[in-house]
């Protein structure tokens, strides 16, 4: 069975710090993780997507690692702000036209 | 561009009362289709997904059906709600066939089922 898991659930942060975020998966068999952003009662933003023949992704102040052989992912934000407090999922797909699996997410507290 | 949309934003039905969520993508042809349920306190739960029109699979057995009549709209159904059926509903689509498979999400619809 394919599963996801974040570890830590939750993540508190002075404004200012670096932080990284860590997501592991069972199977190394994926197509690509995506790296998602939930606020209290929205929906899902893309942050970031990772092809499983690339190492990482950058985006602004984000960067999105990915090991296959380690089965582990990796997101790290920089010089955190208030405004960066949400939730994150990562997800992974394994074949084509099917849904993604996901974490349970780590959701962060960005203190200023 | 494309754009997802899902009505209603927010829900609240009596027990064994029925459902109705809706889903639209505009902007693309042939997407797959999602139907995942966030429950308080748990990860998010594939429900249902569809590569085609009238093409749906779901993944686990439960209150809840989909259905898939026209291309790009996707509803998600119950003909009585159960009290467990509260959440918060995402639909998602992504493009047919095209690696790297990315999904985008719609806003959510709240669910509440007293």
């Known amino acids: 069975k394919q599963e996801v898991t974040q570890i830590p659930a939750a993540l508190s942060v002075p404004e200012g710090e670096n932080l990284v975020l860590n997501c592991s998966f069972t199977?190394?068999?994926?197509?690509?993780l995506q790296w998602f952003r939930q606020d209290p009662g929205k929906g899902l933003t893309s942050l970031l997507l990772?092809?499983?023949?690339?190492r990482e992704q950058t985006s602004g102040r984000l960067n999105a690692s990915l090991d296959k052989s380690s089965g582990r992912s990796t997101l790290y934000i920089a010089a955190s702000q208030p405004g960066d407090s949400a939730t994150y999922l990562c997800?992974?797909?394994?074949?084509?036209?099917?849904?993604?699996?996901f974490g349970k997410g780590t959701r962060l507290s960005v203190i200023a | 561009s494309q754009t997802i949309h899902q009505w209603p934003a927010t829900l609240v039905q009596p027990v064994g009362s029925p459902l109705s969520l809706e889903c639209t993508v505009e902007?693309?042809?042939?997407?797959?289709l999602y139907w995942y349920r966030q429950a308080a306190g748990r990860g998010l739960q594939l429900l249902f997904y569809?590569?085609?029109?009238?093409?749906i699979s779901s993944e686990v057995p439960q209150n809840l059906s989909a259905s898939r009549p026209q291309d790009r709209q996707f509803i998600l159904s119950s003909k009585k709600l159960l009290l467990s059926d509260s959440g918060f509903y995402l639909c998602?689509?992504?493009?047919?066939?095209?690696?790297?498979?990315?999904?985008?999400f719609g806003p959510g619809t709240r669910l509440t089922v007293t």
């Open positions: 199977d190394s068999a994926i197509y690509n």
């Open positions: 902007g693309t042809s042939n997407p797959n």
């Open positions: 998602a689509w992504s493009p047919p066939n095209k690696y790297p498979y990315e999904q985008y």
């Open positions: 997800a992974s797909v394994y074949s084509g036209n099917t849904p993604l699996v």
């Open positions: 990772i092809q499983s023949s690339q």
């Open positions: 569809s590569v085609g029109i009238g093409q």
